[in-house]
C-alpha cells in the first residue's frame, strides 16, 4: 500500500511538472520574450580611488563643443591677429586647430582656458594653475603654401599688470622646459619674448610681446628666423 | 524434517513477495521533484557528449576524502571453527540449538542475550548455510564464512531482497558498529551493506555504489544511506543511492558505459532541477571537482555544472556549451556562469560573470559584455611616459578604468583606460552599454606600451585616454587627452585628418570605407553610448578625428 501511494505520488509530481514545462517552457525559460534585462553594472573601487582630489585644478572649458566657434571676443577680432605672417596665410579649413568649423580663420577660446593652456608645460603646475587668467582669447590658424600649420593666439587681461604678470611666467617656464620639450634662442623681456621650441621633434618658430593688456603669441611650425613674427604682432596687437 | 521444510517453504515464500516488491518498486522516490525546461537544447549544433569540459580541470576527483579509514572493501570472514559435535545441544522450548549454531549463540549470550528464545530449529536454507531463528534475529553459519547474526531491521531489510537466495547471499560479516559511531551494519557475501542508521532507517548498499560509497568515506564521513539503491529517471538505466551528507543530500549512481560517480551539494540541486540523470544533462561522468578559479565542477553527459560562491550552481549543455567549451570554460573569457539558459525571441542566452552568450536561431552565436569596471588610484608607473611635470592633470586626480571590452576576435578582454576622476562614470556607462551592444574594440592598453608616443600607438589600433601632449600644431593648446577627458577609439578604423595628412598611415583604407568592425559611424552604439553620456565625437569636425571623442 505505501509503496502504491509513492508510486502515485511521482506520478503526480511528474504530471504536474509536465504541465508546467509546457505553460513556461520550463523555470527559466523566456519564450517568445525579450532576453532578460541585463545585469545591474558591477563598477567596484579601490578604497584610494574615492580619495579626494588633491594637486592643482585646471581651468574647464564651459563652451558646448557642439557650438559653432565665435569669431570675436569681447574686443578682440579677427584685425587684432596678422592675417599674413611671412608665407603663412590664415587658413579658414584649420578647423582641426579650433574646434567645429565656423567658416573663419579665427575662432573664440575661452580666456582662462587659453591662457592656462599656452604656458608652457614646463615648471610647477601649481604656478599655471594658479596664474592670472585672461578674460578673453581669439585664435587665428594659419597655414603654409608648403602645408606647415601655425597658430596665433591674442588674449586680454583685466589690466596691464595681469598681462604683464602673465608673460612673465610665461618666458620664466619657457626657460624650465626640458626632457621632450626644449627651447632655443630664447630672447625673453619684458615686452617680448623670441625663440624655437622643439615639441618632441616638432619644430616651432615663436614670438610673443606684450602691449598694455593684451599678450599676442604666434608660433609657426618650422625653423624661422622668429624675428618678424614679433613684428607681426606688434603691427596687429593693439587693433 | 517436515517442520524444516514448511519453514523453509514459508521463508522462500515471504521472501519472495517481499522480494518481488522491492524489485518491482525500489524504495524512495527518486526521482527528482523539480521539472526543468522541456526543450532547453537547441538543436543545432549538438555538443560532443564527450567533450572535456575543462582545460585543466581534474586535479582532485575526490574533493573531500575521508579521514576515516573505511572499512574493508571485501570483508574478510573469520576463521571458521568447526563445529564441535559434542557440544550438548540446548533445548529451549519446543526448539533445540546445538552445534554449530549453539558455541556462537551462547557467546551472544544464549537466551537471554541479544537474540533471545530461538524460535526455530536450525535447518539448512539456500546457499547451503545452516540457519537458526531467535525472538530478535537470524544466526547463520557456513563452513567458509564462520558465524554472524543478523537481527531486527537488518534482518527485515535482508528479507526484502531473499534472504540468503537473493543477490546479497550470505552474511559474512556482523553486526557490528559503524565508523561514524552511530549506525550499525551487515556485510553480505555479495559484497552488500545493510546500514542501520538511527536518524536516516536502515537501507542497503551494494555493488560498485558501496564500492565508491567506501572510496568516499562510508558512513563515517560520506554519510548514512537514506535509500536502498534504486532505479535512475533514465528509464532504469541508471542505479542510485542516496546519502545524508555532513553537508546535505549526496547522490552516488551508476551508469553502464559511464562507471559511477557522486553528485552533491548546490550541484546537485541544480542538477536535480533539470531533471537529474533523466534530464537534459543526463548521468554525471565525473565526481565534483575542483575546476579552474577555484570553481567546484561536475561533468554529465551533456553539460556540465559549475559552482563558485558568488554565481551558485548553474548549468551549461546544448549549443551554449558548444561555445563556451571553446573559450575555456569558467575559466575562459566568459568566466563562470550566473544564469542557467534561458529562451527568449530569437533563441537561447545565458549569462555569465564577464557577459551574456546568445544563440540565435538563425545559428550565429553573439556576445554582449559587462564590462565589470574596476576603478583604481595612479600609480607613477601607470603614467611613467605620459605624464610629466607640468601637465595640467596630475596623477592624484586621474583614475584607471580596468574593464572588459570585446575584441576584434570576437572574445572577451580585459583592458584599461586612465580618465580624470570626475570623468570615471562618464566612461564606465558609455562603455558599458556599447559593449553590451557587442561593439568591438581592438586593444585598450596603457599608452606607456608605445612610451606614449602618439603615432605608433594609433598605428597599433590602441584605445586610451589619458596622454599628456599638445595639439597637433599647436603649441598653445593643450589636448582634452592631457586632462584625461578625451578617448580615441579604435584608431586604425577611425583615422583623423591633422590639416596636413591623415593619422595613423595604416588607416588610409578607412577614410572612406565608413563601414566594418569596430569603425564609428555616428549611429553605432559606441558613438551613442559616448554622446548620451556628453562626449563630442570628432566625427563631427569639419576636418574629421573619427577616433576622438572629448568631453569638457
Known amino acids: ?239 | 524434517m517436515k517442520k524444516f521444510a514448511h519453514a523453509l517453504t514459508l521463508g522462500i515464500a515471504s521472501a519472495l513477495i517481499i522480494t518481488g516488491t522491492a524489485v518491482a518498486d525500489p524504495t524512495p522516490t527518486p526521482t527528482p521533484t523539480v521539472t526543468p525546461s522541456a526543450t532547453p537544447t537547441p538543436q543545432t549544433p549538438a555538443p560532443s557528449p564527450t567533450q572535456t569540459p575543462s582545460q585543466t580541470p581534474t586535479p582532485s576527483t575526490d574533493p573531500t576524502p575521508s579521514a576515516t579509514v573505511p572499512p574493508s572493501e571485501t570483508p574478510t570472514p573469520s576463521a571458521t571453527p568447526t563445529p564441535t559435535p559434542t557440544v550438548t545441544p540446548m533445548a529451549r522450548g519446543r526448539f533445540q540449538v546445538k552445534s554449530p549454531i549453539l558455541s556462537y549463540y551462547k557467546k551472544l549470550g544464549g537466551p537471554r542475550g541479544k537474540l533471545g528464545e530461538p524460535t526455530s530449529d536450525q535447518f539448512v536454507a539456500g546457499r547451503n548455510v545452516t540457519v537458526q531463528r531467535f525472538k530478535n534475529g537470524n544466526i547463520y553459519w557456513r563452513k567458509d564464512v564462520g558465524h554472524t547474526h543478523v537481527m531486527s531491521a537488518h534482518l527485515a531489510k535482508y528479507g526484502q531482497f531473499g534472504f540468503e537466495h537473493g543477490f546479497m547471499g550470505v552474511p559474512v560479516k556482523g553486526e557490528f558498529r559503524g565508523n561514524d559511531g552511530r549506525s550499525r551494519l551487515n556485510w553480505f557475501e555479495g559484497g552488500t551493506t545493510i546500514i542501520k542508521h538511527p536518524k536516516h532507517g536502515t537501507h542497503e548498499v551494494h555493488g560498485l555504489i558501496r564500492n565508491k560509497w567506501h572510496s568516499l568515506g562510508a558512513e563515517g564521513y560520506y554519510g548514512a544511506p537514506t535509500t536502498d539503491e534504486f532505479k535512475g529517471n533514465d528509464r532504469g538505466r541508471s542505479r542510485l543511492s542516496w546519502f545524508a551528507g555532513p553537508d546535505g543530500p549526496r547522490t552516488i549512481i551508476w551508469t553502464p558505459g559511464i562507471g559511477t560517480h557522486e553528485v552533491r551539494g548546490r550541484i546537485r540541486d541544480t542538477w536535480h532541477a533539470f531533471g537529474g540523470e533523466g534530464g537534459v544533462l543526463g548521468a554525471p561522468t565525473s565526481d565534483e571537482f575542483t575546476g579552474q578559479n577555484g570553481a567546484r565542477v561536475s561533468r554529465f553527459e551533456r553539460g556540465l555544472i559549475i559552482w563558485t560562491p558568488s554565481t551558485g550552481a548553474r548549468a551549461v549543455f546544448g549549443a551554449l556549451l558548444a561555445n563556451y567549451s571553446t573559450r575555456g570554460w569558467e575559466g575562459g573569457d566568459l568566466g563562470a556562469p550566473t544564469s542557467n539558459e534561458w529562451r527568449f525571441r530569437d533563441g537561447w542566452g545565458q549569462d555569465f560573470q564577464n557577459g551574456r552568450l546568445l544563440f540565435m536561431d538563425n545559428g550565429s552565436y553573439r556576445t554582449q559584455v559587462r564590462t565589470n569596471p574596476y576603478v583604481r588610484s595612479v600609480r607613477a608607473e601607470d603614467v611613467k611616459h605620459t605624464y610629466r611635470k607640468g601637465c595640467p592633470v596630475g596623477p592624484s586626480n586621474l583614475r584607471v578604468v580596468e574593464m572588459n571590452h570585446l575584441g576584434y576576435d570576437g572574445r572577451i578582454k580585459r583592458g584599461q583606460l586612465i580618465v580624470h576622476r570626475d570623468t570615471v562614470g562618464r566612461v564606465t556607462r558609455a562603455f558599458g552599454s556599447s559593449q553590451w551592444e557587442s561593439f568591438p574594440i581592438n586593444r585598450m592598453s596603457n599608452p606607456n606600451v608605445w612610451r606614449g608616443k602618439d603615432v605608433p600607438m594609433m598605428e597599433a589600433n590602441n584605445t586610451s585616454a589619458f596622454n599628456c601632449r599638445p595639439v597637433v600644431g599647436n603649441p598653445y593648446r593643450m589636448s582634452p587627452h592631457s586632462y584625461g577627458r578625451a578617448v580615441d577609439i579604435n584608431t586604425q578604423q577611425n583615422p583623423y585628418f591633422d590639416g596636413r595628412r591623415w593619422y595613423p598611415s595604416n588607416g588610409s583604407r578607412w577614410i572612406r570605407q565608413r563601414h566594418g568592425k569596430g569603425v564609428l559611424t555616428g549611429r553605432d552604439p559606441m558613438t551613442r553610448g559616448m554622446q548620451a553620456n556628453g562626449f563630442f565625437w570628432g566625427g563631427n569636425w569639419a576636418s574629421k578625428d573619427y577616433h576622438h571623442f572629448q568631453v569638457n
Not at chain 1, 602673465?166 to 626632457?179: I, K
Not at chain 1, 608660433?219 to 618678424?228: F, I, Y
Request: proline residues 10%.
Open chain 1, 1 to 239: 500500500m505505501r509503496s502504491i501511494r509513492r508510486r502515485v505520488g511521482v506520478a503526480a509530481a511528474v504530471a504536474v511538472a509536465m504541465v508546467a514545462s509546457a505553460c513556461s517552457g520550463g523555470p527559466a525559460s523566456h519564450p517568445g520574450s525579450e532576453p532578460p534585462p541585463p545585469p545591474e553594472p558591477e563598477i567596484s573601487f579601490e578604497p584610494e580611488a574615492d580619495a579626494p582630489p588633491t594637486g592643482p585644478e585646471p581651468p574647464v572649458a564651459t563652451s558646448d563643443p557642439h557650438e559653432t566657434l565665435a569669431t570675436e571676443s569681447g574686443p578682440l577680432t579677427a584685425k587684432t591677429l596678422p592675417r599674413e605672417i611671412g608665407a603663412y596665410t590664415g587658413d579658414t579649413d584649420a578647423s582641426r586647430q579650433m574646434g567645429v568649423a565656423n567658416g573663419s580663420w579665427v575662432a573664440e577660446t575661452e580666456g582662462p582656458v587659453a591662457s592656462f593652456e599656452a604656458l608652457p608645460q614646463c615648471g610647477a603646475p601649481e604656478d599655471a594653475a594658479e596664474a592670472v587668467s585672461a578674460e578673453h582669447a581669439l585664435t587665428g590658424a594659419y597655414r603654409s603654401p608648403e602645408g606647415n600649420l601655425g597658430i596665433g593666439v591674442v588674449m586680454e587681461f583685466a589690466d596691464a599688470d595681469s598681462a604683464a604678470q602673465w608673460f612673465t611666467l610665461f618666458g620664466d617656464r619657457l626657460a624650465q622646459c626640458e626632457g621632450d620639450t626644449t627651447v632655443r634662442d630664447l630672447d625673453a623681456g619684458p615686452e617680448q619674448a623670441t625663440y624655437h621650441r622643439d615639441m618632441a621633434g616638432q619644430i616651432y618658430s615663436e614670438a610673443g610681446v606684450v602691449s598694455d593688456k593684451r599678450v599676442l603669441l604666434i608660433a609657426l611650425g618650422e625653423e624661422l628666423d622668429p624675428a618678424p613674427l614679433a613684428d607681426a604682432a606688434r603691427s596687429t596687437i593693439d587693433r
